[in-house]
């Protein structure tokens, strides 16, 4: 059973401070991982993919990926009240091109 | 920009009823999934298609569920004899065959049993 876990919220933040979310999966075959951002009633957005070790920057989102530890991190700099959101961490396996998507974080920016 | 569309927004259904949901997914598109997201819940896989079959499908989608691509464009979704926890958000989504590429959503199709 592939699992794909992120740190529970919601998680508030004050407006321009960076915003830390955190997600672990099971699966050591994982080879894609991605970031979705889903308004309240909305369809998920893709914010960024990552597949190699290290960081990838993004304007204000940077994602960051340990396959060793087997976690993956978004990182918002600058964080605005329009950055409130639930984000979705999803990863896909070396075999299947099915998406496993974690409970999400909710996260608040307060002005 | 190209999008994935689903029709309709919303469906109010009684139980036992059949119901079709639609998506016409990205056109060089060549992976097709099904998803749902029970109210406040974490988004579920349920089928994946490539290919004109299905590829893999969760414990969720059972023999109530089934997919189908009838004329190259549409995808789209059957539940024979809905069920009240059939309740949910359903997301269509789509991909190319590059093996790292990301999955596009469609805006969704709320489903209401009653």
């Known amino acids: 059973q592939k699992e794909v876990e992120q740190n529970s919220g919601p998680l508030s933040v004050p407006e321009g401070a960076i915003a830390s979310l955190n997600c672990t999966y099971s699966?050591?075959?994982?080879?894609?991982f991605f970031w979705y951002r889903q308004y309240s009633g909305k369809s998920p957005e893709l914010i960024m993919s990552?597949?190699?070790?290290g960081d990838k920057e993004d304007g204000r989102f940077t994602a960051q990926l340990n396959k060793a530890s087997q976690y993956v991190s978004l990182l918002i700099r600058d964080s605005q009240p329009s950055d409130s959101a639930t984000y979705l961490c999803?990863?896909?396996?070396?075999?299947?091109?099915?998406?496993?998507f974690g409970p999400g974080t909710r996260l608040s920016v307060l002005p | 920009e190209p999008e994935v569309t689903q029709t309709p927004s919303h469906q109010v259904t009684q139980m036992g009823q059949e119901v079709i949901l639609r998506c016409v997914p990205i056109?060089?598109?060549?992976?097709f999934y099904w998803y749902r997201q029970i109210l406040g819940q974490k988004v579920e896989f349920l089928v994946s298609?490539?290919?004109?079959?299905?590829?893999?499908k969760s414990e969720i989608f059972d023999d109530q569920f089934s997919v189908e691509r009838p004329d190259g464009s549409n995808f789209t979704l059957k539940i024979r004899s809905t069920k009240l926890e059939d309740s949910a958000m359903y997301f269509c989504?789509?991909?190319?065959?590059?093996?790292?590429?990301?999955?596009?959503f469609g805006q969704g199709t709320r489903l209401t049993v009653v």
């Open positions: 298609f490539y290919n004109n079959e299905i590829s893999e």
């Open positions: 699966d050591r075959g994982s080879q894609s």
């Open positions: 990552i597949y190699s070790n």
């Open positions: 989504a789509s991909k190319t065959g590059t093996a790292t590429a990301e999955a596009f």
């Open positions: 999803a990863v896909r396996g070396n075999y299947g091109q099915n998406f496993v």
């Open positions: 056109s060089n598109h060549l992976y």
